[in-house]
């Protein structure tokens, strides 16, 4: 690295088994904050008074961020490879500010903080309960950030899949959901017959089962500890958890306790997926596959099988991805809903990143054996948030005069909406996933380097945008927390790369129109001509004023209108559509979602 920037103000904050050459050209900074949780929770504990990470969460997000190069990386052999951050060139500084959950004092101080430090983007994986933009800290602070010329990248949050889950639709932020990623961590499960089933499973050794006896008895099939017991010793039993009888995790407590050697556990359950632990020799496979085995195992007079662990499968098989994560937060927003939220997606499943080998919650063999691990799989928009922020920080170097608006257009308007297959991202269950799930779709880092166009904001149409939310002025100085700004020219049409068109209640049965208007800056090589593309939302027409947009140079900026008009029914509640720009010569596609969405007062 490089020697640090003289513009750089943070610090290496001394504490609890941390001290100043904690830091280095890598980690630039490091503070924590918890004068507020002290003032509300005096006679709590606090444990580990430092910015030191001690439950692998602060470092796994700061790994997937800007991790620099690491050769020989692994999950206890499955994903191996070298490790590395979207922007590992990048520099850190760390901000702790969640004790006991979290106080809002503590975290409006931390990101305050870090823009007086100097950051050039803020990765927040972390949530808060407060709805309202002007009570929630995360609102106040990254408005201050974008004001200052940060990017604030923000996890949508870990509660869907139910509509309206995202508690923190900030519309300054980039909020970002989580996708799975094309690799599948793999147990290859082989019949006696030859049949190969390629399951799931992070079982964290190189467990020897071979040609052991394969037991299915629909009795035993739930594998409660009872029912272990009566399985035939050094056996392979099938365990069903499809039935509601018993669950991934009681059947893996159960295991352990028996004498069977290994078990293959038919689930349909997304979670699963999503877990790391993993802890007695065993596969994960659909039901779908389970007819074969079961089918095999009944009709077979000596059934066997055999399963070989630390597998990693890479592509379309067995499943294609990204999907979204069936725990991602959706939209539309609860503090706002006339911006479409979240923003994008990220890989967000199954992540492999530094952690602490000292962190609690490790991966297990058996109920006793606790393993330590410098790298492991975590699940969340926490870690999808992180690829977000590492692709900002990437477009910040090579546009150093870009504002944040622009970069987070350029992530949002080359996203991808289709899978590794050519189709729509889906859902885990394989429905078709909607803006309101995936956002613009997966971020294309390469992509954005070089979007063609960009739509821009300043934090003037910010506070216009503050300003038509009826707040009183009290509630909106708290967000804006500056008198540089006035409310002379209130206006909820952000130069926003999205459209969303709500049907509140009041408006069922009526014929709706929503008119919006859009400004592109041409940030291609020169002069460029582009054409409009429009899907339509079902019962919906849209029409755009003018479909050609002709640029003589760089940095030109046009203008262009859109209208929807829609019918006010909400038997179809979510109706997604698209507006894409082409360039002449196909070199670029400029595409931003439509959403056509049930208000959330039909459902208060």
Known sequence: MTEIPPRWKGICQTGQEFNSSSCNKKIIGARYFNQGYRAESPDSVITMNSARDVDGHGSHVSSIAAGNYVDGVSFFGYAPGTARGVAPRARLAVYKVLWGGGVSSDILAGIDQAVADGVDVLSISLGTNRIDLYENPLSIASFGAREKGIVVCLSAGN?????RSIRSGIPWAVVVAAGTVDRWLAGTLTLGNGKVITGWTTFPARATIRNLPLVYNETLSACTSA??????DQSIIVCDVTTGNTGFDTVMRNLPDSNVRAAIVIAEDPRIFRF???PYPGVVITPNEAREVISYAANSSAPTA???FQQTILGTEPRAAPALS????????LSYEGILKPDLMGPGVSILAAYSPYATSTPTIGNNIFLSTDYTLLSGTSMACPHISGTAALLKSAHPDWSPAAIQSA????ANPLDNTNQPIRE????????????????DPNRALDPGLIYDATTQDLVNLVCSMNFTSEQTQTIVRSTNYNCSNPSSDLNYPSFVALINFEDIGRVLTRRFERTVTNVGDG???????????VNTTVRVRPQTLVFQKKNEKQSYTVTIRYNGNIDTQHRPGSLTWIEQSGKYTVRSPIMVSAGADNFS
């Open 428 to 443: 885990v269950d394989g429905t078709v996933a909607t803006p309101l799930g995936i956002g613009s779709g997966q971020v």
């Open 306 to 308: 055999s399963i070989a």
């Open 527 to 537: 002069a460029a001509k582009y054409r409009v593309k429009v899907e339509v939302p």
């Open 276 to 278: 790391n632990s993993f």
């Open 326 to 333: 069936d725990d991602s937060s959706r939209g539309p927003g």
């Open 411 to 414: 992530m949002m308007t080359t």
């Open 227 to 232: 029912e272990l017991a009566q399985a035939p």
């Open 159 to 163: 509660r869907g899949p139910f509509t």
